[in-house]
């Protein structure tokens, strides 16, 4: 979880063993707790909600590059990655990925993320997605969301909260669907990679 956000709670509220006739259990998270997206309106006060995305952004080939000795991924380093022309989706491995073998550890405040000048790098390149293997795609300490807006505001759809620990670099078909929330400015998503 983020600091400050409230605990996910998952709890039973009717139970087959308790003598209802099904299992029915509710929800409370912000909708920005684990794999999740971000859609403009998390950062952009007239920025499009997570029901408003391209689902076609969401689905399709994704390249996953792993980055794992750097404690900022800046546009020199993704210029070393050697991508593939016209790229779409891009999935960034790092150090974080490690983290994930106790999904229960507490917040890690010196998560490796990308700096505001490789948020336009990955404008520029035409990207319209990209994920991070961490809850968020900027630096815990930067003051102000510069790399969030760099990057919503030219249309690009972050996932953050990934769990890459598995996944080797490579191309992929990612399918990636927030839920389906009106009006919010995020979502829980289930994220899947389908090898080519």
């Not at 991070?132 to 969301?145: A, C, K, W």
């Amino acid at each position: 979880m983020w600091p400050g956000d409230p605990a996910v709670v998952l709890e039973r509220i009717r139970s087959i063993s308790e003598g209802d006739a099904s299992n029915d259990s509710r929800i409370a998270c912000s909708v920005h707790s684990g794999t999740h997206v971000d859609a403009p309106a998390h950062f952009i006060e007239d920025g499009c909600t997570v029901d408003q995305l391209a689902l076609g952004v969401l689905i399709g080939p994704a390249t996953v590059v792993e980055v794992p000795d750097v404690s900022i991924v800046t546009p020199e380093i993704l210029e070393k990655a050697s991508l593939p022309e016209g790229i779409q989706r891009l999935l960034i491995k790092t150090r974080n990925s490690a983290l994930w073998k106790d999904p229960h550890h507490l917040f890690h405040g010196e998560f490796t993320a990308l700096n505001t000048e490789a948020a336009g790098w990955i404008v520029e390149k035409g990207i319209r997605l990209v994920g991070v293997d961490y809850l968020s795609i900027q630096l815990f300490r930067d003051t102000e969301p510069l790399t969030h807006r760099a990057l919503l505001l030219s249309g690009v759809i972050i996932v953050e909260g990934l769990d890459l620990r598995n996944v080797h670099p490579g191309d992929y078909s990612l399918v990636c669907l927030p839920i389906k929330l009106a009006g919010s400015d995020g979502a829980p998503a289930r994220a899947v990679l389908l090898a080519e």
